[in-house]
């Protein structure tokens, strides 16, 4: 498996989506959209306190790689041409031994409109194909139904349950662990 370079992250596209790499100025951009306590129900995060706290998490993430550098950072900004407006973000985390997660937000105002499942579409096409990885990942809290349809809309398969994975919110949280391997992706796109 070749390794994400972090000096070739470019723009992605679909017929109406632009994936653009994430960098300071989208802190604004996205900020209020991020405010949604919805996006939060099922992760341990809570919305930015600041647009200066997100820039400079947007800081961060420009470096496309962890300090340490043992992990690839690919987060991108969805872009929807036809509205003229954000309607998320998702990313892949890619460890340098081969392991790479996805994960992806859609602003609550935007559900319900193809668009997690077209920007996923994506991502899995431009990490397989670019990248050429083996085996893509997500794991997701399993009270969030609308999330583990999509990664099943896209051919991920359940792998295992995590029990008791995290606490946030005053719950235990579950969590699904999903895989997709790049063949079952390329059978997929032949059909």
Same mark, same amino acid.
């Given at each position: ?10 723009? %992605?596209?679909?017929? &109406? ?14 900020? +209020?959209? %991020? ?26 993430? $420009? /470096?496309? =790689?962890?300090? +340490?550098?043992? *992990?690839?950072? %690919? ?13 998320? &973000?998702?990313?892949? &985390?890619?460890?340098?031994?081969? #392991? ?11 559900? @319900?409109?193809?668009? #997690? ?15 050429? %990885? ?8 399993? @009270? ?13 398969? /359940? ?5 008791? #994975? +995290?606490?946030?919110?005053?719950? #235990?949280? +579950?969590?699904? $662990?999903? *895989?997709?391997? =790049?063949?079952?992706?390329?059978? @997929?796109?032949?059909?």
């Amino acid at each position: 498996m070749s390794k994400p370079a972090t000096e070739s992250v470019r723009e %992605l596209r679909s017929e &109406t989506l632009i994936l653009e790499p994430i960098v300071q100025a989208h802190a604004a951009k996205l900020f +209020d959209d %991020l405010q949604a306590p919805e996006l939060y129900t099922f992760i341990p995060h809570n919305p930015p306190t600041s647009i200066e706290s997100l820039r400079a998490r947007y800081e961060r993430w $420009e /470096q496309r =790689q962890s300090p +340490d550098g043992s *992990e690839i950072w %690919l987060n991108f900004a969805v872009f929807h041409r036809p509205m003229n407006a954000y309607v998320g &973000t998702v990313q892949a &985390t890619c460890s340098k031994t081969g #392991a790479t997660h996805i994960a992806y937000d859609i602003f609550p105002k935007y559900w @319900r409109r193809g668009f #997690a499942r077209d920007a996923c579409t994506v991502l899995v096409s431009y990490l397989f194909s670019e990248h050429k %990885l083996d085996i893509i990942s997500a794991l997701l809290d399993t @009270r969030n139904k609308a999330s583990w349809k999509l990664l099943e809309s896209l051919g991920f398969r /359940q792998i295992r349950i995590l029990k008791n #994975a +995290d606490t946030f919110k005053g719950a #235990a949280s +579950d969590e699904f $662990e999903y *895989e997709l391997n =790049q063949l079952d992706w390329k059978q @997929r796109d032949s059909k």
